[in-house]
């Protein structure tokens, strides 16, 4: 089944949400994150995340949401997120980040490529990719400062397991809305 | 690993607590001071004073990252726009981190090998509204800087060092980006607003309180730079702003060699 140019919409809105709270949350960690390299990691992926968000709030309002719209999750995915954003460690800050969370947001990115109609709603669908394509870059960065700083290994191995565990626990995370609170 | 509040700070004179908010955290390889009589200050003619130099920066362009992040985690309201240009100065500072990192360590400098100074962070986060934040890390604190830059890139060249110069020159460029967009957010502000004016006017004379009891009458009348006009017009002062500042400038500049 196809998805109207509203849901498409909806999709967008809630992506902008995530990548807006990500960006917060990285920025949020800086000052108390001991380590100079990390600091200087999540300062750049700032950047990048922003401007994902960015990119999605100006499709949405090609999709005749208002422009840089977001919508808020379903709540139990918000409430992973929130908790996530209170984590202590740099080790698992880093882990849940790029192991955990952006890995997860990847998997519903294409999830909703899967979905749409690849022609009809092709600005989007190169948002997506794009935005896949430098996930990807960030994860592979965050990979390299790992193996530089031997004390960013986290010693819970159990625990990115349980993180993914609740990441993934609400497969559906667009709450649908009246056209008029979209618009 | 150290927490936020184990790493090591100088307790010698204790720093006025409505000036300073909390330092930002830092690892086991650096030692935090609290003034600049209490760090390496080497003579302008001694060989380690620029490699002390780049050290210093490094960490003040950390104090870059960490304030622009605060201030977009506390301002989750502010206009997109403006949201975005600090976004994008984190990940400026975050550059500049790793350029001044990149020339220390390639001249034989080893991290943590001087101690450090947070007073950027420490005033700057403090202040409650981003208005006056802005007003001071970029309006005040950068602008400064886009001075300093201009002279320390005549002095490079003088001595041959290209690639201090092409360094210095790419911090220029970003920095005027960074007072750009923050003069436009204050102009709009005080628009809009006209009583904001009077936060502005709050924010510049608690900070040049509190910089003054970190640095002293010694290290601030030692500033030998002049305004840089045409970068300070380029990141949006006024002619009368620029020519106000050259002035203050050039008075304190004859009033140190006049000692």
């Known amino acids: ?183 | 690993m150290p927490k936020d509040d184990e790493h090591s700070v100088s307790t010698a004179g204790n720093l006025d607590p409505a000036l300073f908010g909390p330092a930002p955290a830092r690892d086991e390889r650096f030692t935090e001071k609290r003034r600049w009589i209490e760090c390496a200050n080497f003579p302008n003619d001694h060989p380690l004073r620029i490699i002390e130099f780049f050290h210093r920066q490094m960490n003040e362009e950390l104090n870059g990252v960490e304030n622009a992040a605060q201030s977009l985690a506390d301002f989750p309201d502010t206009d997109w726009k403006v949201r975005m240009s600090i976004a994008r100065q984190c990940a400026d500072e975050a550059r500049h981190v790793e350029m001044f990192r990149r020339i220390f360590e390639s001249r034989g400098g080893k991290l943590g090998e001087y101690p450090i100074l947070n007073f950027q962070y420490r005033i700057i986060a403090n202040l409650g509204d981003l208005l006056s934040r802005l007003v001071v890390q970029n309006r005040s604190f950068e602008a400064g800087g886009i001075d300093a830059v201009s002279f320390a890139i005549d002095e490079a060249r003088k001595r041959g060092d290209q690639e201090l110069v092409d360094l210095f020159e790419m911090q220029q460029a970003d920095e005027i980006t960074h007072v750009r967009f923050a003069n436009e957010f204050i102009s709009e502000t005080i628009r809009k607003d006209p009583r904001a004016a009077l936060r502005v006017a709050k924010a510049l004379t608690l900070a040049s309180t509190a910089f003054l009891e970190v640095m002293g009458r010694e290290a601030i009348e030692k500033v030998a730079y002049l305004t840089d006009e045409k970068g300070r017009l380029e990141a949006g002062f006024g002619l009368a702003e620029v020519k106000a500042a050259t002035t203050q400038a050039i008075k304190r500049r004859a009033s140190y060699e006049s000692h």
């Open chain 1, 1 to 183: 089944m196809s998805l109207s140019v509203q849901e498409r919409a909806e999709y967008v809105a809630t992506f902008r949400f995530i990548q807006v709270f990500l960006m917060e949350t990285l920025a949020r960690w800086v000052p108390p994150t001991p380590e100079m390299e990390v600091k200087v990691l999540f300062g750049r992926h700032i950047w990048d995340l922003a401007q994902q968000a960015d990119a999605l709030g100006r499709r949405g309002y090609e999709l005749r949401a208002p422009l840089q719209f977001s919508l808020r999750p379903a709540e139990s995915y918000v409430e992973v997120l929130e908790e996530f954003a209170r984590t202590n460690t740099t080790p698992q800050k880093i882990h849940g980040f790029y192991d955990v969370i952006l890995p997860g947001l990847a998997a519903r990115y294409r999830n909703y490529l899967e979905r749409t109609d690849r022609l009809l709603d092709e600005p989007t669908v190169r948002v997506v990719e794009k935005i896949l394509g430098e996930f990807n870059r960030m994860i592979g960065e965050s990979e390299a400062l790992r193996k530089e700083l031997s004390q960013l290994r986290l010693t819970d191995k159990d625990w990115p397991a349980g993180l993914a565990k609740r990441e993934a626990s609400e497969a559906n995370i667009v709450v649908r809305r009246s056209s008029a609170a979209v618009a």
